[in-house]
């Protein structure tokens, strides 16, 4: 459970809805618009929405307005994530990945794990199943910016919405 401040954020406007949604748990916005599904950092919002959705500027300014009242700054390093083995998240897709057996290592990329591997723990020429485990994995941010967590898709309190069903 992340510990967060106990002031709860402002709701988020109506009109802004149909592209963000804000995940009150962990006190991040979320653009669930098409192809995005993932957060924003609250200076990037205004940007996002004008060059990735071409939204009117009115609604824009209403945005503005409403991170003039934020008061949870975060951004793809400071962000905070969920435990791993917790339930997804809504909104944000579930992928395939690979968790290091030896440390806390999280990627979707095989190759990039054994490059870790050889790297950080001296494992060369290891078989696969050594050094990985195959996980479930989300991610606040994308593109280079992500820091992943395993995700149990089976556990209690998994809904059919964050399983995508």
Not at 10 to 19: C, G
Not at 77 to 95: C, K, N, R, T, W
Not at 134 to 160: C, D, H, I, M
Request: contains cysteine; hydrophobic residues 35%; glycine residues 4%.
């Amino acid at each position: 459970m992340a510990i967060l401040p106990t002031l709860l954020p402002p709701p988020l406007p109506e009109a802004l809805q149909p592209w963000l949604m804000l995940n009150h748990e962990f006190h991040v916005l979320i653009c669930h618009g098409a192809s995005c599904q993932q957060a924003l950092s609250p200076s990037a919002i205004s940007r996002h929405l004008r060059d990735r959705h071409q939204v009117k500027k009115e609604l824009r300014n209403q945005a503005d307005q409403y991170l003039e009242q934020w008061q949870w700054p975060y951004n793809s390093h400071s962000v905070p994530l969920p435990p791993d083995g917790s339930a997804p998240q809504p909104e944000i897709p579930v992928v395939d990945g690979f968790r290091c057996q030896n440390c806390m290592f999280k990627t979707r990329n095989r190759k990039a794990l054994r490059e870790h591997a050889n790297k950080e723990h001296g494992q060369k020429r290891v078989p696969d199943k050594e050094i990985m485990v195959a996980v479930r994995l989300q991610t606040w941010f994308g593109e280079k910016r992500e820091r992943y967590w395993v995700v149990n898709e089976t556990g209690p309190g998994v809904s059919k919405h964050c399983l995508g069903l």
